[in-house]
Every structure is written in C-alpha cells, then in structure tokens.
C-alpha cells in the first residue's frame, strides 16, 4: 500500500516525537521521584530531630502534658506515633490512646497512599526508643513509630502528585506541539514536491512553458525546482531545435525534389527537349539531394557512435598542406592567404575523419573571409593535447547565433544561400567525430572582425 510523502512523513515524526517526549518523561519521572524520596529521607530524620528536641524542652521537673498533646498531634501530622515513658516505666502520654486507636490504624493512611503510588513499596512498620534526658539526666524515654525506608505524608503526596501530573500535562502539551509542527514540516516538505510533479505532468502533456515556482529555504527543494525548470527550458529549446529541424529538411529536399520534378514532368510532356544543360542541372539537384541523405545518414552515425572510429598515427604536416591545395581555386577567387605554424608533425586518429573535419571547418572560413583576407592554420602541442586553431578574417557570427551554432541545419545565414550555405549539418558531423576521438570544438568569434575554431585532441 502507497502512502503519500506528507502522510508517512507525519506519521514517522509523530511516533519519534511520541517516543522522544515518552522517555524524556520517564526518565525525568523516575529522577524527580529518587531525588524527592531522598529528600524525604532527609526530612523525616530532621522531623525526628526536631520531635524529640520539641519534647525534651517540656520537662520542667514534671511533664507538660499540654504541650505533650500539641507535639503528639503535630508528630501524627508528619508520620510519626509518639508515646512517651517516664523513668518508672508509666506511660506518660500516647497519642494511640489519646485516639483510642492502635498505632497501624493511625498510620494506615499513609500505608495506603504509598501502596496506591508505589506499587513496589515495602515499607515496614517500626518503633524506636530514644532517651530523654533533662539538665543531663534521664527523665523518660520517646517511643516514635514510623515506616521506614521511607513515607509520604499527606502534603508529600499531594506534591508528589501534582508534580507528576504537571509532567504528564506537559508530555501532551509537548506531544501536541510535536505533531503540529511535524505537519507544518511535512507540508513545507510534500507542497513543492507536488508542485513540481504538478509541473512534470503539464511537461510530459506537451505545456512546455509550464514553470515551477515555489519559494523554499531547502536547498534540496530548490535544486529540484532549478532542474525542473532547467528540463523544461532544455526541452523547449529542443522542440524549437526540432521544428526547426523538420522544416529545414522539408526546405532543403523541397526545392531540388521539385526542381528536378518540374523538368522531369516538361521532358515527358515534350514541353522541353532533354538537352546537355537541362540534364546536367537535373544531375546535379540529384547529386545535392544525395549529398544531403548522405549527410544526414553520417550525422545519426556519429551520433549513434555506430560509425566506427580508426585510431592510427599520420602526417599531420602533409593532411593541412593537401587540404590548402585542394582549396587554391576558391582561395585564388577571393585573393585570400592561408598562413600555416604547424608545429606538429604526426598525431593519432581516424586520419579520413578528422581532415574531414578540417575540411569543413576550412571550407567555412574560406566562404565567409572577406576578399584579400588572411587565414591562419595553427597546430600545437599543450600538455597532453593536440590543439588546432583555424582563424580567419571573416564576417564573424553574431552572439546571439554563437550558442547554436553546432545545431544541425543551423545557419547564421537565415536566408538559407545556397551560394554560402550548405547542407547546415557540417558543422554538426565535425562537433561528434571531434567528441568521438575523445577531443572537444569550440568556436570564438566577433561579429565584423572573425572567427576562430579551436580543436583539442588528446595525444
């Protein structure tokens, strides 16, 4: 059976609370009763003292039997049956037959207060006979009987009574606050934890800009409201990511598909003749299709780290140099300069995959340079890295794009130029081999001024 956070929560706070304040309690029960009967102990001792001091001062050549009485009563108060005998052995006052009742009758409701508070209480009966002397000389003797190890009194027990019971009032009083502040904890706890499965579900139904905003003083509760948040953004980018996606394959395969579909339909129709020209344009909106297939199937791929990555030592020095030559047409146009400090003259790799890389990476700077521009190939060793840098002159790329720039089909040119765009995934395929050689790319660039890409592969 299932139970809700703010439910168990409360119940396992109750039961510490009930269990923490339960022994508190007891155990403070059990030291209040220890101390108050040694305190008791102490008294009845001093009582004692006190009966037979009071008594002693009330023989003057004969005994005030008065005061006698008022001793005797006030004994009986405290516990205590007092029978006082002279030197001939006469009784010469005894407050059970002053009473006319016997010594346990008078003390029986002590017996029974202690039986009624102490179930283990063994007390016993016992008489003493203390000597009474008078200008140090004997005049009686005191006969005091008393329970021992201990008793209450009356006025003991009612303290002791009270005292309990202010312990057990405040056991509830304590319990009580527990609880209610248990809920006030378990409700602080479960809210935002609701609050954010609220926020899941409205993501998971699609509400994307759905948001968690709860105010909270636990740092795990505000860690889970950021990354509740932070899941949703991401997921927002992502879907903007994918529509964008969907719509720049449907813009890249539309207009060659329908290109090619339009002459194909005129040259069937006999609107057009199948000449050299129109069939060499026909090819190549094919080969641009297939270009971009091929793209997209490399790119899932790498992504997919199915394409399979062969790690082998080449020349570096002969890779950057093969790869200028094959752009000396395009450089020429532009009267660019390709300066290159390779410092480096082999490094391990899949030696395919990564002049791939920098063939992309080449062929982006050479579009974007401006004419009579200057780009810089830089190799280095850093530690235990290779670094690659590749500067050019160029437009630059707004801040605003640099983010996204990876992204697949992502173009700073929105316009989608054929003349300077590609396929938008170049960029994309050089960022997963990159990251499946264990490296890392990252692009620094100033709009107006240029850009730099900068590769790190471990050696």
């Given at each position: 059976m299932r139970h809700k956070l703010r439910t168990r929560l409360s119940i396992t706070h109750g039961v510490i609370a009930l269990a923490t304040i339960s022994i508190i309690v007891l155990l403070s029960s059990m030291w209040v009763d220890r101390q108050f009967i040694d305190f008791v102990k102490d008294n009845n001792e001093r009582r004692i003292e006190s009966i037979v001091h009071d008594i002693s001062h009330q023989y003057h050549k004969e005994w005030d039997k008065e005061k006698l009485e008022e001793t005797g009563q006030r004994a009986l108060k405290d516990g205590l049956v007092i029978a006082i005998i002279d030197t001939n052995g006469k009784v010469i006052y005894d407050v059970g037959k002053v009473s006319k009742k016997g010594?346990?009758?008078?003390?029986?409701?002590?017996?029974?207060?202690?039986?009624?508070?102490?179930?283990?209480?063994t007390g016993e009966l016992v008489t003493k006979k203390i000597t009474i002397s008078h200008e140090y000389k004997k005049v009686g003797e005191l006969e005091i009987s008393y329970y021992e190890p201990f008793y209450f009194t009356e006025r003991d027990s009612r303290f002791i009574y009270s005292l309990h019971d202010v312990l057990n009032i405040t056991e509830v009083i304590s319990l009580a606050g527990a609880l209610i502040l248990g809920l006030i904890i378990a409700r602080q706890i479960?809210?935002?934890?609701?609050?954010?499965?609220?926020?899941?579900?409205?993501?998971?139904?699609?509400?994307?800009?759905?948001?968690?905003?709860?105010?909270?003083?636990?740092?795990?509760?505000?860690?889970?409201?950021?990354?509740?948040n932070l899941l949703a953004e991401t997921l927002q980018e992502h879907e903007g990511i994918r529509k964008r996606i969907v719509a720049d394959v449907s813009h890249e395969l539309r207009t060659p598909l329908s290109a090619i579909q339009i002459n194909l339909e005129a040259l069937v129709d006999g609107v057009l003749q199948p000449t050299h020209a129109r069939l060499?344009?026909?090819?190549?909106?094919?080969?641009?299709?297939?270009?971009?297939?091929?793209?997209?199937?490399?790119?899932a791929k790498y992504e997919s780290r199915s394409e399979k990555i062969t790690i082998s030592k080449f020349n570096f020095k002969n890779i950057?140099?093969?790869i200028v030559t094959t752009f000396e047409s395009e450089i020429h146009k532009k009267n660019l300069s390709i300066t290159v400090h390779n410092n480096i003259e082999e490094i391990s790799g899949d030696e395919d995959k990564l002049s791939q890389v920098i063939v992309n990476i080449l062929s982006n700077s050479i579009k974007y340079s401006k004419k009579s521009g200057v780009i810089t190939i830089e190799t280095a060793e850093q530690e235990n890295n290779v670094v690659i840098k590749i500067r050019d002159q160029g437009i630059g790329i707004p801040p605003e794009d640099l983010p996204y720039i990876f992204e697949r089909f992502y173009r700073v040119d929105k316009s989608r130029d054929k003349a300077t765009g590609g396929s938008g995934i170049g960029l994309t395929i050089a960022k997963e081999i990159i990251e499946a050689h264990g490296g890392t790319i990252s692009i620094?660039?100033?709009?107006?001024?240029?850009?730099?890409?900068?590769?790190i592969l471990p050696k």
């Open positions: 010594t346990e009758e008078l003390l029986a409701p002590i017996n029974r207060n202690m039986r009624e508070h102490y179930g283990n209480w479960s809210m935002p934890l609701t609050r954010a499965i609220q926020v899941t579900k409205e993501i998971a139904s699609g509400n994307l800009k759905e948001r968690a905003y709860i105010k909270s003083d636990m740092a795990e509760i505000k860690d889970l409201t950021d990354s509740v060499d344009g026909i090819y190549k909106e094919v080969l641009r299709v297939n270009r971009l297939v091929g793209d997209l199937t490399k790119l950057i140099a093969s620094n660039s100033k709009f107006g001024v240029g850009t730099e890409t900068s590769i």
